[in-house]
């Protein structure tokens, strides 16, 4: 029985969840600049209209994920992003972690970081932000402080966003698993192993039980 | 549930996750046992956000502290983009920045005034000028220390236009056509509250809400209206800008 030629890695649902989130940070960010940076500042003006469209996106921003928490294949990612294995250590301390000699599962640790970092960092903006937006209910000096870790997370997140967009643009598959779902199963045994090797068995015995011919090549 | 204190390397019983029910696979997979450091990263993450708001401000002071020489020699403007640095803030809420020049500069006085008048930037420098170093606070917590202001001071300017009675607010407006300010009457007899022809030792720039702005000390800057083009006395406080968009009228 051959394997499939392509793996399902994202469902539509999780798709929608980071097209939705992706498409938030981005404008979080451009607004942010525009408020930010004093020549965009004078360029744009507007500033109640720049800070009020932030806002809505910077408190919408756990939306997309909140209702993601209502699909299976969603909550199974979400569980796998959040425990690290043994081998996710060894992996990040591994100067051949690329090589492939430690097996990954459906994610390696840096994904793991990236994933929890970004939750850590859009719930860090959310408390900061609301300090901020709705002021007149701390002393000044919380303010100050929300502030000073609110612009600093910003830079921070910056940084890993653009880090995320770089690593995504070097592997042609990983953007394609992530813009239709599928992945080429040669890919995944090389990135992921674990989970491909899982999912390969997963669809024989699926091929098994329906007594398939085993020439459905396409996911 | 996990334990935090279990430092074994393996997950906990229950933490085992549930098999999907699928006929022919192993209960376990292997990628999603292990210990949730993502959570423990998030929630760390959301600690660190709670010490930051609460120890925010000294880290604040201690960066601004230490990055003043280096602000101050950068000739490339760079180091504004840092936070904490103690800088003011562009703020504008229109399209773009009003224009008005030393030659064609006005403000108009009005309401309930015995003495309505329309005033140049030339008419406010000849009047008596005060000046005072206070600092700009901004309402969402940036500061900027020690700002050398100067100007007519505004109980100066109502006793020069006589204020009437029953009046009991000022309404400030900006010659960009869309911001509006107000104080009580009682507000605006401070002596620490001036129409700013200076600031930062140089007449106040286009950016800053130049040729002439209002500086209210005691009050956070979104009272300070850039671009002063009139005020009005009247019976009753009117909220202005912001503070129709949900900031204190009094602060």
Redesign the interface.
Same mark, same amino acid.
């Given at each position: 029985m051959r394997p499939p030629a392509e793996l399902l890695r994202f469902t539509r649902g999780e798709r929608w969840v980071h097209r939705a989130t992706a498409i938030l940070i981005c404008v979080c960010l451009l607004t942010a600049a525009i408020l930010y940076i004093d020549a965009l500042s004078q360029l744009v003006g507007n500033r109640a209209l720049v800070e009020w469209i932030h806002v809505i996106c910077g408190i919408g921003l756990p939306v997309p994920a909140l209702i993601g928490l209502g699909s299976k294949a969603f909550r199974k990612d979400a569980r796998r992003l959040n425990r690290f294995t043994r081998n996710d250590w060894k992996w990040l301390r591994s100067r051949q972690r690329r090589d492939g000699t430690i097996p990954v599962g459906k994610f390696n640790a840096g994904q793991k970081l990236n994933a929890s970092f970004q939750l850590g960092g859009i719930l860090m903006m959310l408390s900061t932000g609301l300090v901020m937006r709705f002021a007149n209910h701390w002393p000044v000096y919380l303010r100050t402080g929300a502030t000073f870790v609110h612009d600093w997370m910003a830079y921070a997140i910056l940084a890993v966003v653009l880090g995320h967009l770089w690593m995504a643009n070097r592997d042609p598959d990983a953007l394609r698993g992530m813009r239709t779902g599928y992945v080429r199963t040669s890919w995944a045994r090389r990135e992921h192993e674990v989970w491909a090797n899982r999912e390969v068995a997963r669809a024989k015995a699926a091929q098994a039980s329906t007594g398939g011919t085993g020439a459905t090549d396409a996911g | 549930m996990n334990r935090p204190w279990d430092d074994d390397?393996r !997950?906990p019983a229950d933490d085992v996750?549930e098999s999907?029910g699928?006929?022919?696979?192993q209960p376990d997979? !292997?990628?999603?046992?292990?210990? !949730?450091?993502?959570?423990r990263?998030?929630l760390?993450?959301?600690g660190?956000?709670?010490l930051?708001?609460?120890?925010?401000?000294q880290?604040?002071d201690a960066?601004s502290n230490l990055l003043a020489p280096v602000v101050a020699h950068d000739p490339t403007g760079l180091s504004?983009?840092l !936070?904490?640095v103690d800088r003011f803030?562009?703020?504008?809420?229109?399209?773009?920045?009003p224009l008005r020049t030393a030659a064609t500069y006005k403000l108009t006085v009005g309401g309930l005034v015995d003495r309505p008048v329309t005033l140049t930037l030339a008419d406010l420098q000849a009047m008596p000028q005060t000046s005072l170093i206070k600092d700009f606070?901004c309402?969402?917590?940036?500061?900027v220390p020690q700002v050398h202001w100067s100007g007519v001071a505004l109980p100066d300017l109502l006793d020069y236009v006589g204020v009437q009675k029953g009046a009991t607010a000022l309404r400030f407006t900006s010659f960009d056509g869309t911001y509006t300010e107000s104080l009580t009457l009682a507000q605006a007899q401070r002596r620490d509250v001036l129409v700013a022809l200076q600031m930062l030792g140089a007449p106040v720039t286009r950016?800053h809400g130049g040729p002439v702005r209002l500086y209210v000390a005691p009050m956070y800057g979104y009272k300070s209206c850039k671009w002063l083009g009139g005020i009005e006395l009247a019976s009753k406080v009117t909220p202005g800008?912001?503070e129709n968009?949900?900031?204190?009228v009094d602060?």
């Amino acid at each position: 029985m051959r394997p499939p030629a392509e793996l399902l890695r994202f469902t539509r649902g999780e798709r929608w969840v980071h097209r939705a989130t992706a498409i938030l940070i981005c404008v979080c960010l451009l607004t942010a600049a525009i408020l930010y940076i004093d020549a965009l500042s004078q360029l744009v003006g507007n500033r109640a209209l720049v800070e009020w469209i932030h806002v809505i996106c910077g408190i919408g921003l756990p939306v997309p994920a909140l209702i993601g928490l209502g699909s299976k294949a969603f909550r199974k990612d979400a569980r796998r992003l959040n425990r690290f294995t043994r081998n996710d250590w060894k992996w990040l301390r591994s100067r051949q972690r690329r090589d492939g000699t430690i097996p990954v599962g459906k994610f390696n640790a840096g994904q793991k970081l990236n994933a929890s970092f970004q939750l850590g960092g859009i719930l860090m903006m959310l408390s900061t932000g609301l300090v901020m937006r709705f002021a007149n209910h701390w002393p000044v000096y919380l303010r100050t402080g929300a502030t000073f870790v609110h612009d600093w997370m910003a830079y921070a997140i910056l940084a890993v966003v653009l880090g995320h967009l770089w690593m995504a643009n070097r592997d042609p598959d990983a953007l394609r698993g992530m813009r239709t779902g599928y992945v080429r199963t040669s890919w995944a045994r090389r990135e992921h192993e674990v989970w491909a090797n899982r999912e390969v068995a997963r669809a024989k015995a699926a091929q098994a039980s329906t007594g398939g011919t085993g020439a459905t090549d396409a996911g | 549930m996990n334990r935090p204190w279990d430092d074994d390397e393996r !997950p906990p019983a229950d933490d085992v996750p549930e098999s999907d029910g699928e006929p022919g696979l192993q209960p376990d997979e !292997p990628d999603e046992q292990g210990r !949730p450091v993502g959570r423990r990263i998030v929630l760390g993450m959301l600690g660190l956000s709670a010490l930051g708001i609460v120890f925010g401000k000294q880290l604040d002071d201690a960066q601004s502290n230490l990055l003043a020489p280096v602000v101050a020699h950068d000739p490339t403007g760079l180091s504004d983009l840092l !936070p904490a640095v103690d800088r003011f803030r562009f703020y504008n809420v229109t399209d773009s920045e009003p224009l008005r020049t030393a030659a064609t500069y006005k403000l108009t006085v009005g309401g309930l005034v015995d003495r309505p008048v329309t005033l140049t930037l030339a008419d406010l420098q000849a009047m008596p000028q005060t000046s005072l170093i206070k600092d700009f606070q901004c309402v969402t917590g940036w500061r900027v220390p020690q700002v050398h202001w100067s100007g007519v001071a505004l109980p100066d300017l109502l006793d020069y236009v006589g204020v009437q009675k029953g009046a009991t607010a000022l309404r400030f407006t900006s010659f960009d056509g869309t911001y509006t300010e107000s104080l009580t009457l009682a507000q605006a007899q401070r002596r620490d509250v001036l129409v700013a022809l200076q600031m930062l030792g140089a007449p106040v720039t286009r950016d800053h809400g130049g040729p002439v702005r209002l500086y209210v000390a005691p009050m956070y800057g979104y009272k300070s209206c850039k671009w002063l083009g009139g005020i009005e006395l009247a019976s009753k406080v009117t909220p202005g800008f912001w503070e129709n968009e949900g900031y204190d009228v009094d602060a």
